[in-house]
């Protein structure tokens, strides 16, 4: 896919046009991020129009900024002035559109993107006192596609560190690839333990929340709830097993009991039609009849088969928990305590949309890489990464204390947000769930346990 | 007169209040979640007043003759005048989007706005109630501290991690200072030789030298039995004498006693909970903290450190001001 980018046009249009000279956050930089997409998206015939439009919009754009807001220069304290250096950030991803049980749940064609991007700016404004210019470069493949030309393309134009939005298979493809060439790797999609644990790499860090650290979030609450006998239905794809795996582990570590378990084959619904909404509400009370008496439903259906359907529709009347009902994430968009509310606002003006959790794992991946060169005020990935693995280095993502990596996997420590689809019903860790080290190494799977030899 | 009387009828719960207090000031708490702000009578310590503001309102602040009382409006991107007299809001400033603090001149004639959306400062000419300029600084401005000759403005951004200082002549940063993560608050000293900057997130007080603009040192706290991530360092005053600062510390819900000299930690005290902001009265007698999650403030005496009482105000009380007579 990357390769087939270039032989369409070339990428320094997408730099130049959307990194460069739009002020990052701007409308204008808005503007020029939707041209970018139609560009890709749009046919060849069309495309020199549109690129010449864009270029027109975008510079026109770059003079009014200028005029508008021309910041004062004074370097920080130790740094020197007049010396712009460019940081280079990749961001790789598997993108295809996506089926969802609700419309309310399709992702956003810029999942992710979008947090990066706001990273990049907020990064650029602290880094004009800094004289340093953080740049965007989004390159996208198939969910099944070689990832390899994609990375080395990447590479090549200078990006030393990557935010990759892929699968485990394809992440692994590239992991040592990376280190070989002292590229730095933030993975901010994959919740696969696996990742961080037997398949752990030294040169990746992990933004994204595990499923272990998911599910222990969600299983704290009911516990603290008092909720404890808990019935699991779970799906036929790979990710809802490993799921539905995540939540037997936290049911034996938190105390709970898991008292019945049933799977719903994915047989192909008729999502969304008419039909498949009569038949829903016959079938899921039906498949959710003559379990044992139970406290809570679990669901694990990340593959968006039935889990939507679960909810109010159950045999008898029990709250519905796992990926529908109360749902653990790494952000909820109504999330307002600990400034929240700052972010979220930024966000949504920049991007037209609220926030979800891929965007704040790519927000706080962006954030690390520009905090790291801020406080380095270097630009060399190896600098950068040195200073990113030091014990005391931290970053702040609205979540009510500072984030910290574990140093055994590089799994960014973080607490887990538990929502229904309005509002943020509670964060874990829970009151009462202690550590020795940290309350959030409660979530996931931690170091006594792991199986990561780092690499 | 009358309420002296009261007081003294009240009797022996307030005894421990009527060893402070020589006179009643009023205090001025703005209330972020339910749109007020509560008028507190600092001898009594009850709520006298509530009057209804504008939406979300946080930073408040007080003419020097205590008159009008200004106030961010920060979901009404706007700045409220309130006076002191009738409660009415009698006009409102151009702050620019998301106000949330500002800081006043000390010659009464500028306020400089944090526009926390914007990544701005704003200034603006009191007497026409203008925007003189617009000082772009880093990622989400809060904390404003200003040098007691004026001629020195100090901005925290508490995403860039930085104290920027502004000449007030220029309007030109001059200097960026990174501190720790998450600043929030900047404080000179009455003598001008220090500026105090909190971070929330990295718990640490940076005391930078304002001449030189180096951290001289950073002030740390420990508080048994809570872990260090509760300990977020928010709201600084430092005394007029330059001896003793308060810092209020979020959710570890207690206010430091920092000996301002040799900068070590003497006391915690126990207030409400999550404190943020703190503001003395004009004797310097009490300091005054606003506990956002108990919806109260506290009194403390500044001579014993310790709390006197606490008051229940409006929903997520976040600024504090007392008037200066």
Redesign the interface.
């Known amino acids: 896919m990357g390769v087939h980018y270039r032989f369409r046009f070339p990428f320094e249009i997408r730099d130049i046009s959307v990194k460069l000279l739009a002020a990052p956050g701007t409308a204008q930089m808005r503007f020029a991020s939707k041209m970018v997409y139609s560009l890709e998206q749009g046919g060849h015939a069309v495309l020199c129009t549109l690129r010449r439009f864009a270029f027109f919009v975008v510079a026109v754009s770059s003079l009014s900024n200028a005029v508008a ?4 220069l ?4 130790g740094a020197e002035a007049g010396q712009i250096t460019e940081i280079k950030v990749g961001y790789l991803r598997a993108y295809a559109p996506q089926l969802a049980l609700s419309v309310l749940d399709v992702p956003p064609r810029d999942e992710g993107v979008a947090g990066a991007e706001v990273a990049i700016g ?1 990064n650029n ?2 880094g004009r ?2 004289g340093q210019k953080f740049t965007l470069h989004v390159t996208e493949v198939k969910p099944d596609a070689d990832v390899v030309p994609a990375f080395d393309d990447l590479v090549q134009r200078g990006a030393f560190y990557i935010l990759a939005d892929l699968s485990a298979t394809q992440l692994l493809s590239i992991a040592d690839l990376a280190r070989d060439k002292g590229v730095l790797i933030l993975n901010v999609g994959a919740t696969d333990d696996r990742l961080r644990e037997e398949e752990c790499r030294a040169n990746v860090f992990h933004t994204a929340p595990t499923r272990t650290m998911l599910a222990d979030g969600l299983a704290q609450y009911l516990i603290w709830k008092q909720w404890r006998r808990w019935v699991l239905v779970y799906g036929s794809h790979e990710p809802d097993k490993l799921f539905a795996d995540a939540l037997r582990r936290a049911a034996t570590r938190f105390g709970g009991e898991i008292v019945a378990e049933k799977q719903f084959t994915d047989t192909g619904t008729a999502r969304r039609t008419d039909s498949g909404v009569v038949q829903i509400q016959r079938q899921i009370p039906v498949f959710t009849q003559g379990f044992p008496e139970h406290d809570v439903l679990l669901v694990a259906d990340e593959s968006e088969v039935f889990g939507t359907y679960v909810p109010y529709r159950t045999w008898v009347p029990r709250p519905v928990a796992g990926t529908a009902g109360l749902i653990p994430s790494a952000w909820h968009p109504a999330s307002e305590q600990w ?1 929240g509310t ?1 972010i979220q ?2 966000f949504a ?1 920049a991007s037209g949309r609220r926030m979800l959790s891929k965007d704040m794992a790519a927000w706080t991946a962006g ?1 690390i890489i520009g ?1 790291a060169a ?2 380095t005020q270097s630009a060399d990935p190896e600098t950068l990464a040195e200073f990113i693995r030091d014990g005391d280095f ?3 993502a609205f979540k ?3 984030l910290t990596f574990r140093k055994w996997n590089w799994q960014l420590r973080q607490p887990i947000f538990l929502g229904d689809g309005r509002s943020v019903v509670s964060t874990s860790p829970q009151e009462g769930f202690l550590h020795q080290i ?2 959030l190494d409660t979530l996931g799977i931690d170091q006594p346990e792991t199986r990561c030899a780092l690499k | 007169m009358l309420r002296r009387l009261t007081v003294l009828i009240a009797g022996p719960a307030l005894a421990a209040s009527m060893s402070v207090p020589a006179c009643a000031y009023m205090v001025y708490v703005s209330n972020e979640r339910d749109n007020t702000v509560s008028v507190v009578d600092s001898t009594t310590m009850e709520v006298v007043h509530t009057i209804n503001v504008g939406q979300r309102p946080r930073g408040i602040t007080i003419s020097h003759d205590g008159k009008l009382i200004y106030l961010c409006a920060s979901d009404d991107d706007t700045i409220q005048i309130i006076d002191t007299a009738s409660y009415q809001i009698v006009g409102t400033l151009p702050s620019g989007p998301d106000p949330e603090l500002f800081v006043l001149s000390p010659d009464g004639k500028t306020l400089y706005v944090a526009n926390e959306d914007d990544n701005l400062v704003t200034v603006i000419d009191l007497e026409s109630r203008s925007v003189r300029t617009e000082i772009p600084v880093g990622v989400e401005p809060e904390g404003m501290g200003i040098s007691p000759d004026g001629k020195a403005l100090v901005n925290t951004s508490e995403t860039t991690n930085m104290a920027h200082f502004i000449d007030t002549g220029t309007h030109e940063i001059t200097s960026n200072v990174l501190v720790d993560t998450r600043p929030r608050f900047a404080e000179f000293k009455s003598d001008n030789s220090e500026v105090w900057v909190s971070a929330e997130i990295g718990g640490t007080v940076s005391v930078i030298d304002s001449a030189s603009h180096e951290i001289k040192h950073k002030i740390t706290f420990e508080i048994p039995g809570l872990r260090a991530e509760s300990i977020q360092p928010v709201g600084v005053r430092i005394t007029a004498d330059g001896m003793k600062a308060y810092v209020a510390l979020g959710p570890a819900n207690r206010v430091a006693v920092v000996n301002a000299k040799t900068y070590e930690v003497e006391k915690y005290v126990l207030v409400g909970q999550r404190v943020w902001q703190l503001a003395f009265t004009p004797d310097q007698k009490m300091v005054i903290s606003t506990n956002g999650v108990s919806n109260d403030i506290t009194f403390i005496d500044v001579a014993k450190d310790e709390a006197m009482q606490s008051v229940t105000v409006g929903a997520l009380p976040w600024g504090v001001v007392v008037h200066p007579n």
Not at chain 1, 74 to 77: E, G, H, R, T
Request: aromatic letters at 4%.
């Open positions: 807001q021309e910041p004062s004074a370097p920080a304290n907020d404004t602290t006192f800094l400034g700052q606002n930024r003006k954030r905090e801020t406080r931290s970053v702040a009510g204390q500072k940290t309350d």
